[in-house]
């Protein structure tokens, strides 16, 4: 069955410190998704990343950065220098390519970060 | 853009009452999703539709339906209103018929059941 931990409930940081995200997934396909979303206080879940489980280069954007890690099962992301809009909850998702049109969420990352 | 609206934010009613929760995409997306969220939990599927008059069920239907009737409108339904059915609502579409396509979101609906 499939199944996405976030083991952080809630994270808080000053700005312009790094923090880390993690994420740790479990699946039987060989074939499948991985997401991450930003959902700030305005409710909005907004797309971060998606990426697929033949793929394990790490990708960097901006601030933002992910570490794929398949021998672990896991799928980090870091913000560098942090900001105080970057304060919101993260989200880490999992999709099977046999799963149907399940999308399954983690509980979700609420991250503080303080002026 | 994708756009996906909702049509309240905020949203109070009494138990018991007929509750429709309305969502519209305008980027011609094949399928269509209701999730609720709830602190703890994340985000858990109630119903999903990948065709108009097309539904399935997720992980926690019960006591909710849904309606499909044009490609772009998916509504959620609370038939009877319970105490339990407070939270929040999100709507989501997807592109195509690929389970693993990226999942938009709409701005999410607060549903208060007094």
């Known amino acids: 069955a499939q199944k996405v931990t976030q083991a952080q409930t809630e994270i808080s940081v000053v700005e312009k410190e790094d923090v880390t995200l993690d994420c740790v997934y479990e699946t039987r396909d060989t074939t499948y998704y991985l997401f991450w979303y930003k959902q700030p206080p305005s409710g909005e879940l907004v797309f971060l990343i998606r990426?697929?489980?033949?793929?394990?280069q790490n990708e960097i954007s901006g601030r933002y950065s992910w570490n794929f890690q398949k021998s672990t099962s896991s799928f980090n992301f870091t913000i560098t220098a942090s900001q105080v809009v970057d304060s919101a909850v993260y989200f880490c998702a999992l999709s099977e390519y046999t799963g149907g049109f399940k999308t399954i969420f983690g509980a979700g990352t609420r991250l503080f970060v303080k002026a | 853009d994708v756009k996906v609206t909702q049509s309240s934010r905020y949203l109070v009613k009494r138990t018991g009452e007929k509750v429709f929760l309305e969502c519209v995409q305008d980027?011609?997306?094949?399928?269509m999703f209701w999730y609720r969220q709830d602190p703890g939990l994340g985000l858990r599927l109630i119903y999903f539709?990948?065709?108009?008059?097309?539904?399935e069920k997720g992980d926690i239907p019960e006591g909710y339906s849904v309606s499909r009737e044009k490609k772009e409108r998916f509504s959620l339904i609370l038939e009877s209103a319970s105490t339990n059915q407070t939270s929040m609502y999100l709507c989501a579409s997807s592109r195509s018929g690929i389970s693993t396509d990226t999942q938009y979101f709409g701005p999410g609906t607060r549903l208060t059941v007094l």
């Open positions: 539709s990948y065709d108009v008059k097309m539904k």
């Open positions: 990426r697929n489980s033949f793929d394990e």
């Open positions: 980027m011609d997306h094949e399928n």
